[in-house]
């Protein structure tokens, strides 16, 4: 296949260049500068030069506190140009392969949420990731593939806590009342091409096995990297954030497994992997 990834330099993007060789697809990467999703007449030349069998779309407005204060510029990358990406996978009669998110849930889920769930964002970022949903299964051959918690070679909770660490900081703050699943990009990559070559569509949630919450996935990074920093719980109101989280977003993955044959590694597994390969 050939694909083209829009936000080529994000984590995702950046994982899926490196995977994509290994299953045999050739890629057209972009990010901005060269060009910005939101701008329909140039998605249309990028995907009329690349001519890809699929457009895989990481790029996305991904501030979630301060998509709260600029709602409007997080719905136009992650809903409207999505429209756009849909309307020219048509054209094309192409795929669209759209990254969303566990932020278009609630919170109130007791177990693991499966695909045809009811959502309910809460915050902004949630709400223009979902209208993103929306405009992508508008597309005829769409693929939406929901991860959460994401961490690879970019800004994320792990370079947050390392650098806490870094810099002398013996005792971590971090939430206890939110759960949901760190997922690490190379294992969504990985899932991700799989799922190509299955020709899987419709809606799917991509994330590593198990769960645990932000201070679990902490102490973990504090074990693995050897430190004596204390890892200290709080709650979700000690720590006042713009965005409101849903407390509880675990992923049910049975579907993924079932596609793909097996499901993504357990996530204790592949943190120390991402520690291991230092990016
Ligand atoms: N990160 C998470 O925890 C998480 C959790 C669940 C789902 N997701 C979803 O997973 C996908 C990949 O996330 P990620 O963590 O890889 O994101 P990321 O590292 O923030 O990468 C997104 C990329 O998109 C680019 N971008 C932003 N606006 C753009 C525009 N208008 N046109 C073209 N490119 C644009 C960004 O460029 P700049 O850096 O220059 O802005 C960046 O290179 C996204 O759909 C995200 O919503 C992420």
């Known amino acids: 296949m050939r694909l083209l990834i829009t936000g080529s330099r994000g984590q995702l993007g950046r994982a899926l260049e490196r995977l994509a060789p290994g299953f045999g697809h050739e890629f057209v990467g972009v990010d901005l500068p060269e060009l910005d999703i939101t701008d329909a007449e140039a998605v249309r030349r990028a995907v009329e030069a690349a001519s890809p ?7 996305a407005y991904t501030a979630v506190d301060a998509a709260e204060s600029d709602e409007a510029k997080a719905a136009a990358v ?14 094309h009669g192409i795929v669209l392969l759209q990254i969303s998110t566990d932020y ?21 970022y949630g709400r223009t990731k979902l209208a993103g949903e929306v405009a992508a299964a508008r597309a005829r051959r769409h693929l939406i593939v929901r991860t959460a918690w994401l961490y690879g070679e970019g800004s994320n909770f792990v370079g947050a806590v390392r650098r806490q660490l870094d810099g002398g ?38 994330v590593n ?37 849903p407390a509880y977003s675990v992923l049910d993955t049975s579907r993924l497994a079932a596609l793909i044959g097996a499901p993504l590694p357990p996530w204790q597994d592949a943190l120390e992997r991402h520690l291991r390969a230092g990016r």
């Open 53 to 59: 069998d699929a457009i895989v779309n990481c790029a």
């Open 78 to 91: 992650n809903g409207g140009a999505v429209s756009t990406l849909a309307e020219t996978a048509d054209r």
């Open 104 to 124: 278009v849930f609630d919170g109130t889920a007791l177990a693991p949420i499966r695909e045809g769930q009811a959502t309910s964002p809460q915050s902004a």
């Open 169 to 206: 900081n013996r005792v971590l703050r971090v939430v206890a009342d939110q759960a949901g699943c760190p997922t690490y990009a190379e294992d969504l990559a990985s899932g991700l091409l799989r799922l190509l070559d299955a020709r899987a569509e419709g809606v799917v949630h991509a």
């Open 209 to 245: 096995s198990g769960a645990t919450t932000w201070y679990g996935f902490a102490r973990e990074i504090v074990r693995l990297v050897g430190s004596d920093a204390e890892v200290v719980p709080i709650s979700t109101g000690e720590m006042p954030r713009p965005a409101k989280r």
